[in-house]
């Protein structure tokens, strides 16, 4: 008879065993593999320089997957926020006990897996790892986001307590990190870590405050849930978007065609989000650089006695915003992603059954869907990166110097001037390409998204067989570097590697077009016109070589299979998972 | 000849080595209203699936109107009706909107008789999915199934989870479709006396296997339900051959058995009783029986 | 039309309908000429496959208790033997007196008791109806 803490404990341990062994793996592979490459690749001149940036990456190859929180958790509950287990209310175990066993796990654990991958690397490598600190910050950031899990009611509140919480906590890491002496650099910081990391105890102090508050504000929560006082959390929306941001532009569905009807359903329920939130973050951009530049300003000259700046001014927030840019043009790129609408309910991803029984066409749904979402995509692309681009200027040129060392200014002039030189032609090719590519892009995410899901187990092998590929050949690489294994060896298996990568394409478009027209998932016409889309992206591709002054090689043309593997993928990929 | 409407052959389907369908065939004619039966997880859901595509078979054959849905889709689905057990419908959706985006799937669509079931039904039109109740949601799911008044009329569990007042909705709007457009309907249910009023001919599934099959009447018959009176008192059901199901006690029991009466009567006879009265079996005997009949036979092996 | 369907006394539906309506026929509650409701309306009706209907009046039509007009409807047969409805009410009563001797036997009673037993009841029956004859003549004047 199990004690209820060891019920607890038990439970915990299988949902989130695979994940807290992936994260140790990852980060400490991660980081040996960054310190090995710079250590194998550093110039013979001046080796430190590139070491102490391999260790800065290690450093952050072992603390981010311990910062993003437990992933696999809120499998326990479904996917819906509040305290997962459930069936503990009902024995006799107090609250506390009862939310503090299984808190305790899930920040001691990520606390303790840093620890081990920082000592580790300590014992292999000269570099002072850091190690309570930072393990103290990842404990408290695990602990609050667990926290905000367990006690809001909606996953939008519990998304934007961690946010906020891991935010500030980035943001205090990058104040510590930049408070060092004039004259040093970023990449010099592994020999300052000692005294960066050197947190005074008014630090621990707050750290444990925050801890402690946030346990009892959790255990007030989970008693109310606990009594009944606070309603079970309301189903969690699988994925997709949230209801308001589809319904918040209403306009009518046209009856007239099917066609019509599909796309004014494709648009509502992934297109105009994609656009929405582009729009919103484009608007987001300038202002929040606008807002910055006088913050900053206001910071440097009020507060030159707590923090030590550079000679330029001190950059606060400048690089955050930045960040914060970075960021958002990332958030657009996973948008690319889904086009064919898996819903991920209580860990099962499938598809709608509502959507796939409609009377339409396999092909035709996967190309409407794959245009829809694609060109909704690249506006959302366009909108953001246009407003990024044109608002850099606002940070002004320091903040680009202190960083890079080089000012903006001639890094934008450059690429504006080599757009300022190409014909129109040329110009067109480049529209092509790039359209063509988001389309590729989207396809991309949709084929893998649903083989995946249609042969889980065969999609894991081939994924973990690619990854061994390519850590094999990174360190035959280095095995050819040092000198173990002959260069022309090396060579060679490179560029097998490339030929067998290059001929799998023509290969898999065979037997899909063989598969389609069985299954009477293509026709001709099909293949025709997905043929001819091809050239035309092959030829605006070459163009566009040629205007960057590449000259064209046979292996240059590889772009031309891809299209088209991508539009015969499209319309099997979906049959196979329409008919299951 | 009759109009074949749904041809399935010898299905069988297992999912992660458990099987789900074993050996099933099915044909259901034009005008004909075909009930389903069996105890959940016995393979209905799975048997619908399969008819619109959404499980390809991989063994047997499924043909509707003479064609694979899974090979041409969109000709089997503008013609076909359906009403998933799980009401999948978009969330997000409202109800006026449903109704215009199946319309524009579906010419034949008729939006008098949508807009005639939507007061009857009472449903606010512009009410999004999301806020209906369950028995809304049924009711919304079945106008989209039923107003282009589509061929063949696929209902999975209709009635599961719904008040009476929904319930006779829907099977008004089943009759309706058999008696004015002479129109197919396949639908399932565990409700046994629903099953017996709607359907002309019932199939039931058990373990994945078809164990009956027919015209409801000629299935009726083929079971009778006696009382029994016995001289002697028995603490155990006496063995007759040809009896499915025994309830009762003591010297008095009811039988529910196939084969010829006759026979029936001499089996009885034989153990020293006699019977006293004898009707044709109603649809829910006949399926507890079957059913514990299972059961029993696991027990004894 | 007053039809109701019982589906736990095993009777098929349709029998039940046809049963019932040849009941009503015979009871005079049906009157020759009269129009039976259109399959559709009772298949509403009853919350029975319009199917069933059909059989019920294929069967009532073809032992001649009902007609079917072209483009009119279907109404209950003109001029129908009087032996054929003395043999449905003879066949609704011998029901009945079948179910009866089944539960006389079971709590041993003979035929000639049963008899005796019925026009005991016969003349009690009788008797009431006449005094409550005399009190309502009574109460009026």
Redesign the interface.
């Known amino acids: 008879m199990r004690s209820p803490g060891q019920a607890m404990l038990w439970e915990i341990w299988r949902v989130t065993r695979v994940e807290a062994g992936w994260k140790l793996a990852l980060g400490t592979v991660g980081a040996l593999t960054a310190l090995i490459w710079t250590a194998a690749f550093a110039p013979p001149g001046n080796p430190t320089k590139t070491t102490d940036f391999g260790a800065v990456v290690a450093l952050t190859f072992i603390v981010m997957p311990q910062f993003v929180g437990w992933l696999f958790l809120p499998r326990l509950n479904g996917h819906r926020p509040g305290f997962p287990l459930r069936l503990q209310f009902t024995n006799p175990v107090r609250t506390a006990f009862m939310v503090g066993v299984p808190m305790a796990y899930l920040t001691i654990v990520p606390a303790a897996a840093y620890l081990a991958s920082a000592l580790l690397l300590r014992a292999i490598y000269d570099y002072p790892f850091p190690l309570l600190p930072v393990a103290a910050w990842i404990a408290v950031l695990n602990l609050v986001l667990t926290a905000s899990h367990w006690s809001a009611r909606k996953t939008s509140v519990t998304t934007l307590i961690g946010m906020v919480f891991s935010t500030a906590l980035m943001l205090f890491a990058v104040h510590r990190l930049t408070s060092y002496p004039d004259g040093l650099d970023w990449h010099d910081s592994p020999k300052l870590w000692p005294t960066i990391f050197d947190f005074p105890l008014t630090d621990y102090a707050l750290i444990v405050v925050i801890g402690l508050a946030a346990f009892g504000a959790t255990v007030a929560r989970v008693a109310r849930q606990r009594s009944g006082d606070a309603p079970a959390a309301s189903f969690a929306w699988g994925s997709g978007y949230p209801?308001r941001l589809?319904?918040l532009f209403r306009f009518?569905?046209?009856?007239?065609?099917?066609t019509?009807?599909q796309v004014?359903?494709d648009l509502?329920?992934r297109g105009l989000p994609v656009l929405t939130i582009a729009a919103t973050l484009a608007i987001a951009i300038p202002l929040l650089f606008a807002v910055s530049v006088p913050i900053d300003a206001a910071i440097t000259e009020g507060s030159r006695l707590h923090m030590s700046c550079s000679n330029r001014g001190c950059f606060y927030l400048r690089p955050m915003v930045l960040m914060f840019a970075a960021i958002s043009l990332l958030i657009v790129l996973f948008q690319g992603g889904n086009a064919f609408g898996f819903r991920y309910k209580q860990g099962r991803v499938y598809l709608?059954?509502?959507e796939?029984?409609?009377?339409?066409?396999?092909a035709q749904l996967a190309c409407l869907k794959l245009l829809v979402r694609s060109a909704c995509f690249l506006a959302a692309l366009i909108a953001v990166g246009v407003s990024f681009w044109t608002s850099l200027p606002i940070l002004g040129d320091d903040l680009f110097i202190q960083m890079w060392g080089v000012p903006l200014t001639n890094l934008q002039g450059a690429i504006n001037g080599f757009i300022a030189a190409l014909t129109a032609y040329q110009l067109f090719a480049l529209g092509v390409v790039v359209a063509i590519g988001v389309f590729i892009w989207t396809t991309a995410f949709a084929v893998l998204g649903a083989l995946w899901t249609r042969y889980p187990r065969p999609g894991n092998i081939a994924a973990s067989l690619l990854l061994l590929y390519g850590l094999s050949l990174a360190l035959l690489a280095l095995a050819g570097r040092y000198g173990i294994v002959p260069a022309f060896l090396v060579d060679a298996i490179f560029t097998a590697s490339g030929w067998i990568a290059a001929a799998s394409m023509p290969f898999t478009i065979a037997y899909v077009l063989w598969r389609g027209f069985a299954?009477?998932v293509l026709t001709i016409r099909y293949a025709i016109g997905a043929v001819m889309i091809s050239a035309a992206f092959a030829a605006a591709w070459l163009t566009v070589l040629r205007a960057t002054g590449i000259q064209p090689a046979v292996s240059m043309l590889w772009p031309l299979p891809l299209a088209l593997m991508a539009g015969v993928l499209a319309p099997w990929a979906l049959n196979r998972i329409?008919?299951? | 000849m009759e109009n074949t409407v749904v041809d399935v052959n010898d299905l069988s389907r297992s999912f992660g080595g458990k099987s789900a369908l074993d050996g099933v065939s099915f044909r259901a004619t034009a005008?004909?209203?075909y009930g389903l039966v069996g105890s959940n997880g016995a393979g209905k859901t799975t048997l619908l699936k399969h008819l619109?595509?959404?499980?390809?078979a991989t063994t047997g054959s499924v043909r509707i109107f003479g064609l694979d849905?899974?090979?041409?889709?969109?000709g089997v689905?503008?013609r076909v009706g359906?009403l998933?057990e799980?009401r999948?419908?978009?969330?997000?959706m409202r109800v006026d909107?449903l109704m215009?985006?199946t319309?524009?799937?579906?010419p034949t669509w008729d939006e008098s008789y949508a807009r005639e079931l939507l007061e009857t039904f009472a449903l606010d039109p512009a009410k999004?999915i999301?806020d209906l109740s369950k028995g809304m949601r049924a009711q919304a799911g079945l106008i989209a199934a039923v107003a282009h008044r589509p061929e063949l009329l696929i209902l999975d569990e209709p009635s599961s989870g719904l008040d009476a007042v929904v319930r006779?909705d829907i099977?008004?709007a089943?009759?309706?479709a058999?008696?004015?457009d002479g129109r197919t309907v396949i639908f399932s249910s565990h409700l046994l006396?629903e099953v017996?009023?709607?359907?002309?001919h019932v199939t039931m599934i058990q373990n994945g296997r078809v164990t009956l099959s027919g015209l409801l009447?000629d299935v009726?018959?083929t079971y009778q339900?006696s009382r029994v009176h016995f001289v002697d008192h028995m603490d155990r059901p006496p063995v007759l051959e040809t009896a499915l199901a025994m309830e009762g006690g003591g010297r008095a029991w009811s039988v529910v058995h196939s084969g010829s009466l006759e026979q029936f009567h001499h089996s009885v006879a034989a153990r020293g009783g006699e019977v006293?009265?004898s009707?044709?079996?109603?649809l829910e005997e006949i399926f507890l029986a079957r059913a514990g009949r299972s059961r029993q036979q696991v027990e004894a092996a | 039309m007053d039809i109701t369907?019982n589906?736990?006394?095993?009777?098929?539906?349709?029998r039940q309908i046809v049963n019932q309506v040849k009941y009503l026929v015979a009871s005079g509650l049906l009157l020759p000429g009269e129009e039976l409701p259109p399959?559709?309306t009772l298949?509403?009706q009853?919350?029975?496959?319009?199917?069933?209907i059909v059989k019920a009046y294929g069967e009532l039509e073809s032992s001649g208790v009902i007609q079917k007009r072209q483009g009119s409807g279907t109404f209950v047969s003109e001029g129908r033997p009087p032996q054929v409805a003395l043999r449905e009410r003879r066949r609704v009563i011998e029901q009945r007196i079948d179910a009866l001797l089944?539960e006389a036997h079971?709590l041993n009673f003979t035929a000639d008791e049963i008899l005796r037993m019925v026009r005991e009841r016969k003349t009690e029956m009788d008797g009431a109806a006449a005094e409550s004859a005399e009190l309502k003549k009574e109460a009026n004047s």
Not at chain 1, 252 to 258: E, G, I, K, M, W
Not at chain 2, 196 to 200: F, L
Request: aromatic residues 10%; contains cysteine.
């Open positions: 209801e589809i319904n009518q569905c046209p009856t007239s065609s099917a019509r009807a004014w359903f509502k329920i709608s059954g509502f796939m029984t409609q009377a339409y066409g396999t299954e009477r329409r008919h299951t | 005008g004909q209203v619109l595509g959404l499980w390809r849905p899974v090979r041409d889709p969109v689905l503008s359906y998933s799980e999948d419908l978009p969330e997000w909107e215009r985006y319309q524009a799937y579906h999004k999301k006779r099977l008004d089943v009759v309706r058999v008696a004015d006396d017996e009023r709607m359907s002309d009447d009726r018959r339900r006293v009265e009707r044709d079996a109603t | 369907i589906l736990t006394d095993g009777v098929a539906i349709y399959i559709r298949a509403l009853l919350k029975v496959t319009p199917n069933t089944a079971q």
